[in-house]
């Protein structure tokens, strides 16, 4: 019998599910390398009698040339850039020590630092145009919808995004693509190394994701993409992303509380965080709805004398049977961040040349519009994966607003089906576990849940995902887990079918 399984992997900036350590290989002599090693000249031989014969001695010095050690391979290159990646700090440290030492320009003054430090300045990086969103729901998957759609046009796009699944690179992309391990290596390390060599004390290294922004800059000059979708990192007003000033096209998705012990308490002040990117004269989207969040946006607006725009609903877009059929037909996904990305790729249109979008409807949809929403892939957000008997449904929920998405789809695409219902839960960062676990627990009847870490095996042999919050606190972490749904069981009197295992790959042994 197949079995439907909900893997709920919650993220955060810097998020890292995967464990390895690698070392590098050397090599020893072989033992047909040395024939005779020794740093005394050999005795003269004594003379002998006469007549007898003199034995021959000879004692022969082989001088074995240093064996050349092997280039490394791409891959471990690679791991040996994730593993001095890993070592800076989080973003989110960064941002806690700039609001402890009540210094709001800390880590956009320090992102000047480190720019110029790598050879790059903010005149020169004015050479892109960028499209900036910002948002607590759905701000990834507006940027890979943006991005679809321009790439449709024909555009050179980059592409920057946190956090990754598997690799790294996922977090660069050049039209569409993530970038090449080579391409990596090659620009970590001319950038990592400029910024050691110019250390003024220990440690004075850009943090993970200011370090990896710094580095998306210098790739995407380097490719000369016409232009980038970049996503903030946490909340807007201080994340390093900001640094960017030429942004006439700016973001802002759904809000709700996320990061409340960097952003505030309250919705008005996450709101002010978020509408931090933008800038004077840009016209500004959103599809934020609560009147208390669009008074605090409106405001910012007009500090920066910038136009609001409020994205038309989805099913505005209906405008034809043809258009209907196929915007019912698209993921949940679209559904939800559709209609901002349509309105976001439309404005840089509109600017960049592209004369007939200056005509056209705000729910009109073109062709080459239809073929970005069509093609557009985004893994990790309502996202169904079919391995063998097994049909996965993925997504990296990590609000309660956005679990109750995650759960009413699930419920939605499920609703016919007489398989058992598994869920595979975990998170990393700080979340608020419980409200999470109940939306889950209220909304879907499961027939099994298994709490893991965010570890693939125990013998993962990749350090991309390799996480600060170690190893020995998401095993606690997970049966914090199971903990908080055997209360939530007890309270409704329902029988615990939940198990605490070691790894992901340990749920399905």
Known sequence: MARRVLFSRLSVIEHRAYFSHTSRPFLLPRRADINMLSTEKPAPVAAMPQGLATPSLTCNFATQKPQKQPEPSIEQQYEECVSDLNTLQSNATTIRRSILLNNKQLPLSDMHKYMERSGLSL????????????????????????????????????????????????????????????????????????????????????????????????????????????????????????????????????????????????????????????????????????????????????????????????????????????????????????????????????????????????????????????????????????????????DGAHTVESMRVCSDWFKRVTEKSPNP?????????????RRLLEVLYSNIDFDTVYFAPNIASGASNHNDNTSVFGITEQLKRARLHASIWYQLCLESDEKDTSKTFGSIHDCFR
């Open 421 to 433: 219902r598994v869920l595979i839960f975990n998170t990393t960062g700080e979340r608020d576990s």
């Open 123 to 394: 005149e020169e990086l004015e050479k892109i145009p960028f499209i900036h969103v910002s948002g607590t729901k759905g701000k990834g998957s507006t940027c890979a919808l943006t991005e679809s759609i321009l790439r449709a046009h024909g555009i050179k796009t980059g592409f920057y995004s946190s956090p990754h699944l598997l690799s790294v690179t996922e977090r660069f992309r050049l039209n569409g693509q993530p970038i090449s391990k080579h391409k990596f290596v090659r620009t970590f390390r001319r950038v990592y190394n400029c910024l050691r060599k110019q250390q003024q004390y220990e440690g004075d290294m850009p943090a993970y994701f200011k370090f990896l922004t710094i580095l998306s800059f210098h790739l995407f000059l380097e490719e000369k993409v016409q232009v980038v979708i970049m996503e903030v990192g946490i909340g807007g007003e201080l994340d390093c992303t900001n640094v960017i000033r030429n942004t006439q096209t700016v973001g802002i998705t759904s809000l709700g509380l996320e990061h409340t012990h960097l952003l505030g308490d309250t919705l008005t002040e996450i709101a002010w965080q978020k509408s931090g990117i933008i800038k004077d004269n840009a016209d500004v989207y959103t599809s934020v709805t609560q009147k208390e969040c669009l008074d605090v946006i409106k405001k910012r607006v007009a500090e920066h004398n910038a136009t609001l725009h409020i994205a038309p609903e989805y099913a505005e877009y209906f405008r034809t049977p043809e258009s209907a059929e196929l915007l019912s037909s698209l993921n949940e996904v679209i559904r939800l961040n559709g209609s901002l990305a349509i309105q976001l790729a439309y404005d840089w249109l509109r600017k960049n040349g592209y004369e007939r979008y200056k005509q056209i409807e705000l729910t009109q949809l073109t062709k080459e519009v239809e073929k970005g929403l069509q093609q557009c892939n985004w893994p990790g957000r309502c996202q169904i994966l079919g391995i063998d008997k097994l049909k996965f449904h993925i």
